[in-house]
């Protein structure tokens, strides 16, 4: 039996054909608590070389999944990453009555047909952010949805304000009582909606509430990233008629009916950035393959700045050092602009180059939280609000660190790889929300990281002694 991530374990059996399958099956477990003990140990300095391989990515899995309530035939989800987040929508999917089949580790069948259930419990949709696009699916199947508030990383406020004044439009009822969120409309009818904010999570949960919407719906000042358009190719797939998306005005005609479909998820690009800023921060020369390089413009222009030498092929990356790092400022803003979810990472390349970096965190109120465990490995990083000060000092040094959020972990892997001595990163449940087999991809490159899982037991009789 082979387990993943947040309680999803696969068990492989028969299909009528004759191939292998894996079927999802729920685990009771304290899988949770175990994860928390997890930690990983890295010896740095070891340079990054050889290739990597990118997943598909967690932001597009994530919508992708609850699309699939949309429709009443079996869909096929294939480049799908291996990591908890995915596999708690795959959990709230099954619990809610949906037959989910693993076919490989990446490919995954979903049937939502005969579906009822229009409610996603308090204990699954609290864990992770991208539970609010149940909100959205749910609507546009049964015009009801009964949610949680969503959870996630803490960045600072996360509102759904946006969210919820997009399904206004389309004729839902909306209320938050009790911690839960509730939809409501007698039918949902194609409207104008005009975003206040530019907002990926509002943007794609307007698509999918309007795009089984009776007429047309006009998404105004719409998000413009790479999983948006991925969402709309994938309900394209499925029958849907959506226009424009990866512009700020998307446009789509309600149709009545949606069929099954075989999608493959696109190329995760903050992973991708996340390797390429490994390689970079460990004077290493790479190859990060499954990417699509236009997607990572903002991420390789940054680079080139900062002295890495960045060469473009249809599909992978190389990234390589022959010089010096030098300084650099960054501002975070919506796609095409940098990305926030990068932010992190390179801050910590920042403090291996030489001058003063200034970066400004344009999205998140609170996105500075990792600075002080970067602190503790030797970095002279100054905050005030929504702007640090890097001072480049070329080095940094192992130490004891807690992720604190998602894109936080994975800079301090990235640090603990460029750093002399051992790293220890503990609270790593953050990092494999969004990381697929992270520890191995980078071993295969050459970097000594471990993951060190601790039994509870042991803590537990550390704790009782
Ligand atoms: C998504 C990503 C997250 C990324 C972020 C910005 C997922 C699951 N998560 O988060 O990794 O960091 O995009 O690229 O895809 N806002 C409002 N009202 C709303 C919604 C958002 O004011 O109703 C504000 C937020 O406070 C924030 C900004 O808009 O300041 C952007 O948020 P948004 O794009 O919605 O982020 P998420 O979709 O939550």
């Known amino acids: 039996m082979k387990s993943r991530g947040c309680g999803v374990q696969l068990r492989r059996t028969k299909e009528r054909m004759g191939a292998p399958l894996c079927a999802l099956r729920m685990v009771r477990s304290d899988e949770g608590e175990n994860n928390k003990l997890d ?222 479909t075989t999608y493959s998820v696109v190329p995760d690009q903050i992973e991708a950035g996340t390797f390429m800023v490994a390689a970079a921060a460990t004077g290493g020369d790479v190859l990060v393959k499954n990417v699509i390089p236009k997607h990572l413009e903002p991420i390789t222009s940054k680079l080139r700045k900062i002295g890495v030498n960045v060469d473009e092929y249809d599909d992978s990356v190389r990234v390589w050092v022959d010089g010096p790092l030098v300084r650099t400022n960054i501002k975070t803003m919506p796609h095409p602009g940098f990305p926030t979810d990068m932010q992190p990472q390179m801050t910590t390349l920042l403090t291996l180059a030489e001058g003063t970096s200034i970066i400004t965190e344009g999205v998140w109120e609170q996105r500075f939280r990792y600075v002080d465990e970067l602190r503790r490995m030797g970095a002279d990083i100054s905050v005030d609000g929504k702007v640090a000060v890097v001072e480049g000092t070329g080095k940094l040094t192992g130490a004891p660190v807690k992720a604190c959020d998602l894109r936080a972990g994975a800079a301090l892997i990235i640090a603990g790889l460029a750093a002399k001595g051992i790293t220890e990163i503990e609270d790593i449940y953050h990092i494999e929300r969004g990381y697929s087999n992270l520890a191995e991809k980078l071993r295969q490159a050459g970097a000594d990281i471990e993951k060190v899982s601790t039994p509870v037991a042991t803590i537990r009789e550390a704790v009782s002694g």
């Open 39 to 260: 930690k990983f140990v890295i010896k740095g300095g070891r340079r990054l070389s050889g290739e990597i391989e990118v997943s598909g990515a967690k932001n597009a899995a994530v919508a992708l999944i609850p699309a699939i309530l949309l429709c009443d035939e079996p869909c096929v989800l294939e480049n799908v990453p291996d990591i908890s987040d995915v596999s708690m929508s795959l959990r709230i999917m099954y619990e809610m009555g949906a037959k989910v089949e693993m076919l490989d580790p990446t490919t995954v069948r979903i049937s939502a047909e005969g579906l009822k259930n229009f409610c996603v419990p308090y204990e699954s949709a609290r864990r992770m952010r991208a539970s609010y696009y149940f909100l959205g699916a749910l609507l546009g199947r049964f015009c009801k949805a009964r949610v949680s508030m969503p959870g996630g990383c803490p960045l600072g406020d996360r509102p759904i304000d946006q969210h919820l004044k997009a399904f206004s439009a389309l004729g839902a009822k909306c209320n938050i009582e009790h911690g839960m969120v509730d939809l409501f409309a007698e039918k949902l009818t194609g409207s104008q909606i005009y975003l206040d904010v530019v907002s990926v999570g509002a943007t794609m949960n307007a698509m999918l509430a309007a795009v089984r919407a009776e007429g047309l719906t006009v998404i105004e000042n719409a998000a413009k990233e790479p999983h948006i358009v991925d969402l709309a190719n994938f309900l394209n797939s499925m029958g849907a008629d959506i226009m424009g998306a990866g512009t700020d005005v998307i446009k789509i005609r309600g149709v009545k009916h949606l069929h099954g």
